[in-house]
């Protein structure tokens, strides 16, 4: 007698023929299968086609800033999409819910930022922020300053200039032809940025971009004094600074925006992500007022860069009814009140677990380092994170691993978790924590 194939047997074999899913192994996704297929979204919890329900410790990519499931944005899209669900912002061209949402970035980002060029995405967006810098080097009569300078151990997207910025170098192996021109620097050193400055000569450089907090680079934050040092440095050579506030921005530090938390405002403001909170494909670029303003009065044609999507009213409405939820329900409080709770717990799993070292904590961003010994924070020959990400898994915790050059969990839940799921999230990691415990030390 033939076997019947269930509904969920059929979608793995399916996602195993046709579905290329993204930063994934392809082995493992042909010989496991995917190892969750989600149905549903409530809250902090996600429930798969089996119905087990677990807690998204990572806000999915830590972008699901409200949480899931909320019905507002849900009927936010359909009225948009009803009335104008689309149409084109080239040439002109123009719609209510993306004036309304560039005036409200406006009002909300720091310093001067207030002008907005629209993208689909993360990636998009600091692909677009390398051009508008090159270009408005162009028109300010310095063709030379074309460089772009990061940090090692930032990531700043999968699209080919987003790519050629990121420091993390298993990115950039993934392709063998590079944009030129990207420079990479220390993460910490403010004297290597100096040094790469002098020796490409400053006269070069069109601009410097980095993440506030570095996300996938394992939840790093920034030397104390490093980003308002950067600020100087930018302003003393005449380098523009770009912010990536792709994971960082609409409360995820505790702040609306990562840089508030440093005191200075960069000349370009990267984002995407939380300002839809994942239910919309969205991002941008802020510009500062005197890049804005130089870029119209020294403009001699078309700006020749655009997305089809730039301005698409649906994501506009959805973002902006996304930032008003933010605002009215204190959430980026909620995410730096909550964030001293979760470092809580990490503190305490540090006392408790041999195994774990560092940890470190910004809002609702967070990282846990794992070692082999706590003193000289030595790791072990094998990463041992992933064994700790699977055990989390099966007792309903979704979190996320980093082992470029260090073992690092990594955690953004959404900012509307409290205190209870707090210790409950707490709670399954311990006991993942302990069982890989187990397993290594007897």
């Known amino acids: 007698m033939l076997k019947e194939i269930t509904a969920a047997e059929e979608l793995v074999e399916l996602d195993k023929k046709h579905f290329v899913h993204p930063t994934t192994s392809l082995v493992d996704q ?35 800033n409200i949480g899931h ?56 967006s ?20 074309q460089k772009i300078i990061s940090r090692t151990k930032s990531y700043h997207g999968v699209a080919m200039g987003a790519t050629s910025a990121t420091g993390l170098k298993p990115f ?15 993460g910490s050193s403010i004297e290597e940025l100096h040094k790469v400055i002098e ?14 907090v ?7 934050l920034p030397p104390e004094g490093y980003l308002q040092e950067v600020r100087k440095i930018c302003d003393e050579y005449g380098i523009l600074m770009i912010a990536d506030e792709v994971i960082t921005g609409f409360g995820r530090t505790g702040t609306f925006f990562g840089v508030e938390h440093y005191g200075i405002t960069p000349d370009l403001m990267c984002f995407a992500k939380g300002v839809t909170s994942g239910y919309a494909q969205l991002g941008g670029v802020l510009l500062s007022e005197k890049v804005h303003k130089d870029l119209i009065k020294l403009s001699n044609g078309t700006l020749l860069h655009g997305y089809t999507y730039s301005g698409h009213p649906t994501a506009c409405s959805v973002a902006l009814k996304n930032i008003e939820i933010i605002e009215r329900d204190n959430l980026v409080e ?25 940890v470190r904590a910004l809002g609702l961003m967070g990282g846990i380092q794992i070692v082999k010994d706590k003193q000289t924070g030595e790791s072990f020959e094998t990463h041992v994170s992933p064994k700790i990400v699977t055990e989390a898994a099966k007792r309903g915790l979704i979190i996320r691993t980093v082992t470029f050059d260090q073992d690092t969990l990594v955690f953004s839940p959404p900012l509307i978790i409290n205190k209870q799921e707090i210790d409950q999230l707490i709670q399954i990691l311990d006991d993942a924590i302990s069982a890989v415990e187990q397993e290594l030390l007897g």
């Open 30 to 64: 042909q010989q496991k299968g995917p190892s969750f297929i989600f149905t549903e979204g409530k809250g902090i919890y996600l429930t798969d086609v089996s119905g087990k329900k677990v807690i998204d410790g990572m806000s999915s990519l830590w972008n699901v």
């Open 69 to 124: 499931g909320n019905q507002e944005l849900a009927q936010v899209a359909y009225d948009q999409m009803s009335k104008l669900a689309f149409s084109s912002c080239f040439t002109t061209f123009s719609n209510e819910p993306a004036i309304r949402l560039a005036t409200k970035l406006a009002s909300i980002a720091p310093g001067d930022l207030n002008a907005v060029f629209f993208t689909s995405g993360g990636s998009e």
């Open 214 to 220: 570095q996300g996938a680079g394992g939840v790093n």
């Open 172 to 186: 950039r192996d993934f392709t063998n032809s590079l944009a030129p021109d990207f420079y990479y620097v220390d």
């Open 334 to 358: 909620n995410s730096r009140l909550m964030g001293q709770e979760l470092l809580k717990g990490f503190k305490y799993l540090q006392e408790k677990h041999q195994i774990v070292g560092d």
């Open 126 to 145: 600091n692909d677009t922020a390398f051009k508008l810098a090159r270009h408005y080097w162009i028109l300010k009569g310095q063709p030379n300053r």
């Open 199 to 212: 020796q490409e000569g400053p006269e070069t450089i069109a601009a410097f971009i980095t993440e506030p």
